[in-house]
């Protein structure tokens, strides 16, 4: 059974970063792509990046250049560094893995001075 526990979300000014971590259980970690989305109060949910088992990188253009998306496959754990935050990346952000599976409870991050 594949678990995903995402953490590292809190409260930041304009222009600082955050690192969320999203920690897996299950034998699957290094051989599927993953991603991160996020959802924002009264919107959809978006993906925000994505890297495969290769470790290639795909990003939203609203975060491209800001965000870095990374894995270690030995610990079974993603990352998602956030810099140069801003007031609309606040929204609640998820981990997953590719082909979806059921959502985790997601770790809240708000951008606000």
């Known amino acids: 059974q594949v678990q995903l526990v995402e953490s590292g979300g809190g409260l930041v000014q304009p222009g600082g970063s955050l690192r969320l971590s999203c920690a897996a259980s299950g034998s699957f970690f290094s051989l599927r792509a993953m991603v991160w989305y996020r959802q924002a109060p009264g919107k959809q949910r978006e993906l925000v990046a994505r890297i495969g088992s290769d470790l290639s990188t795909n990003y939203a253009p609203s975060v491209k250049g800001r965000f870095t998306i990374s894995r270690d496959n030995a610990k079974k754990t993603m990352y998602l560094q956030m810099n140069s935050l801003k007031p609309e990346d606040t929204a609640v952000y998820y981990c997953?893995?590719?082909?979806?599976?059921?959502w985790g409870q997601g770790t809240q991050v708000t951008v606000s001075s």
């Open positions: 997953n893995v590719l082909p979806l599976i059921n």
